[in-house]
Antibody
């Protein structure tokens, strides 16, 4: 059974860079044709897609976040990562990693449990 | 403001059927057969319930069904059970990014 687990600091200061890693177990990032992605959910609000990545490194980002987002993959560690720069309080959210289908904007089939990141000084 | 419009809440009694709508445009829901639905219980991660408008992943009860007409997609839950009480989100493929609805809170009375 595929499992995903987010990890990273739970508190980030305004203007700094948020960094999270998603570790995949029960399957290999590089041996499948699936995309992998990040989604966030501000407290009490709805879901927002941040971006997707293929094991080859091809990336697709939400146009509203594109200038601040970098998603990368490390196939040797079976991990992919998110960096979001110049954060503000509006970036406070639960961040989820997920395995998508065969397209970068496909349905999200498997989800991590999520990690709350708070932006505050 | 979410890209897709869902009712804020719906309710039903055990055994009844309910339908949640998800309204978009010809650039998202109406333009592609790639609408998905997610169930989210409080404090938990979303769970995929329907993909490509009407397909159920393995393990999802057949009480859950999806459909689409024009720019509006729908999720129907028949034979409501207490454990169906949750938030439900629709999502659609677009050419620029996946977009979500604002979510619907389902209350089982």
């Amino acid at each position: 059974q595929l499992q995903l687990q987010e990890s990273g600091p739970g508190l980030v200061k305004p203007s700094e860079t948020l960094s999270l890693t998603c570790t995949v177990s029960g399957g290999s990032i590089s041996s499948s044709s699936y995309y992998w992605g990040w989604i966030r959910q501000p407290p009490g609000k709805g879901l927002e897609w941040i971006g997707s990545i293929y094991y080859s490194g091809s990336t697709y980002y939400n146009p509203s976040l594109k200038s601040r987002v970098t998603i990368s993959v490390d196939t040797s560690k079976n991990q992919f990562s998110l960096k979001l720069s110049s954060v503000t309080a509006a970036d406070t959210a639960v961040y989820y990693c997920a395995r998508l289908g065969y397209n970068w904007n496909d349905a999200m089939w498997y989800w991590g449990q999520g990690t709350l990141v708070t932006v505050s000084s | 403001q979410s890209a897709l419009t869902q009712p804020a809440s719906v309710s039903g009694s055990p055994g009844q059927s309910i339908t949640i709508s998800c309204t978009g445009t010809s650039s998202d829901v109406g333009g592609y057969n790639y609408v998905s639905w997610y169930q989210q219980h409080p404090g938990k991660a979303p769970k995929l319930m329907i993909y490509e408008v009407s397909n159920r992943p393995s393990g999802v009860p057949d009480r859950f069904s999806g459909s689409k007409s024009g720019n509006t997609a729908s999720l129907t839950i028949s034979g409501l059970q207490a454990e169906d009480e949750a938030d439900y989100y629709c999502s659609s493929y677009t050419s620029s990014s996946p977009v979500f609805g604002g979510g619907t809170k389902l209350t089982v009375l």
